[in-house]
């Protein structure tokens, strides 16, 4: 069974500060890897994806791969209450189609 | 908005009937991927569609079934539902199934069984 593995929260950071997301997933052989957001009663929304090791930035976003350690995570910078959502996090691990966590619910207060 | 629309928005069923909920693919995509999000949870695979041929199946039982057409819309038919069918449905829709092509989701289904 392939898993990805995420804190269901909520987390909870003042409006400004980081907020880091974390998800893990057991399949070495995973290739590409892609950030969501939800709003509630919403569909999944694109924030990222990441092919390489290292750290992606786009704004205020940074995504971070660590496939020896089999580790992706997600950074906000300048957290806004608008950012206040669920955070899925998905996992391709062969033809297209994507395995998701059960999500982290994040908290932005004003 | 990505493009992807999906109907009907809201559909509620008695258990044991059948239901066909639709998908149409942003402009110049041929893949389409069904997922189902039961509250609280990730979005589950149910199913993906290239070039209407099934590409791919997650655990659901054959009750769920679907369609891919030539203009690469799809429908998802469920038969004999129960209660646990109640959910959000997501169409994905994607470029040729390469690996790590990204999947943009319409607004869903929301499915309630009574």
């Given at each position: 069974q392939k898993e990805v593995e995420q804190n269901s929260g909520p987390l909870s950071v003042p409006e400004g500060a980081i907020a880091s997301l974390n998800c893990t997933y057991?399949?070495?052989?995973?290739q590409s890897f892609f950030w969501y957001r939800q709003y509630s009663g919403k569909s999944p929304e694109l924030i990222m994806f990441i092919y390489s090791n290292g750290d992606k930035e786009d704004g205020r976003f940074t995504a971070q791969l660590n496939k020896a350690s089999q580790y992706v995570s997600l950074l906000i910078r300048d957290?806004?209450?608008?950012?206040s959502a669920t955070y899925l996090c998905a996992v391709n691990n062969a033809g297209n189609m994507l395995t998701f966590g059960g999500g982290t619910r994040l908290m932005v207060k004003p | 908005e990505t493009g992807v629309t999906q109907s009907p928005t809201h559909l509620i069923k008695t258990r044991g009937q059948q239901v066909t909920l639709r998908c149409s693919s942003q402009s110049g995509h041929n893949t389409v991927s069904w997922y189902q999000q039961a509250l609280g949870q990730g979005p589950q695979f149910i199913f993906q569609y290239y070039r209407e041929e099934e590409n791919g199946r997650g655990?659901?039982?054959?009750?769920f079934s679907g369609l891919q057409f030539p203009n690469y819309s799809s429908e998802l038919n469920v038969n004999a539902?129960?209660?646990?069918?109640?959910a959000l449905y997501l169409c994905a829709s994607s470029t040729?199934?390469?690996?790590g092509e990204t999947q943009y989701f319409g607004p869903g289904t929301r499915l309630l069984v009574l």
């Open positions: 057991s399949d070495r052989g995973s957290s806004q209450p608008s950012d | 655990n659901f039982p054959p009750r539902l129960e209660l646990d069918d109640s040729s199934g390469g690996l």
